[in-house]
């Protein structure tokens, strides 16, 4: 058998004997009395912090890390030096059902983005407003007033225009997500 074939068989049994369910119960355990705790920063947990608080080996925290965010229960933040190897991750946070609702209105506001031919740009946290969500549009684009007008009609996520000027390039524009 190859080393794929062997992975493929032990995910099948783990997913049917229930090892999953119950090891993605413990991460989500752990992750979440963790955040509960004092001294939580707000950061997030690597999967080596998360390998720690649970035992459970580094290839099946991964694994399990990865169904749950395929089942939109984590979510990654902002990149940190891991407390466990001193080295750059992604980190998880649960997604509270807040979350879940603006990722649900993201989806939305992508959708309409792309119906209105906007192709090219990212939602990303705002670095200086922690909690704020923006949408740049690649290079200097701009969204169209009326586009802005239907889009802010039919979606929960309004969006406010921000501009400035670059000596650079010229007027630069992105939008904060409200």
């Keep these: 058998m190859t080393i794929t074939t062997t992975s493929k068989l032990a995910y099948k049994q783990i997913n049917e004997d229930g090892t999953s369910m119950n090891q993605k119960d413990v991460i989500m355990e752990a992750i979440e009395s963790y955040c ?3 001294y939580y920063n707000g950061e997030g947990v690597s999967l080596q912090e998360i390998r720690v608080l649970t035992g459970i080996e580094i290839n099946a925290v991964s694994g399990r890390v990865n169904d749950l965010k395929k089942d939109e229960r984590l979510k990654t933040t902002e990149k940190r030096k891991c407390s466990v ?12 059902e807040d979350t879940a609702f603006v990722k649900e209105e993201e989806d ?3 959708l309409l983005l792309r119906l209105y031919g906007y192709e090219h740009y990212t939602i990303i946290d705002d670095n200086d407003k922690k909690g704020q969500r923006i949408l740049k549009l690649s290079g200097l684009q701009q969204i169209h007033l009326g586009d802005l007008a239907n889009i802010n009609q039919n979606c929960n996520l309004h969006l406010d225009s921000v501009r400035y000027w670059d000596e650079d390039c010229g007027y630069r524009y992105w939008y904060e997500l409200k």
């Design 85 to 96: 190897t001193n080295r750059l991750v992604s980190p998880v946070v649960v997604m509270s």
């Design 108 to 110: 939305k506001l992508e």
């Design 36 to 38: 509960n705790m004092q």
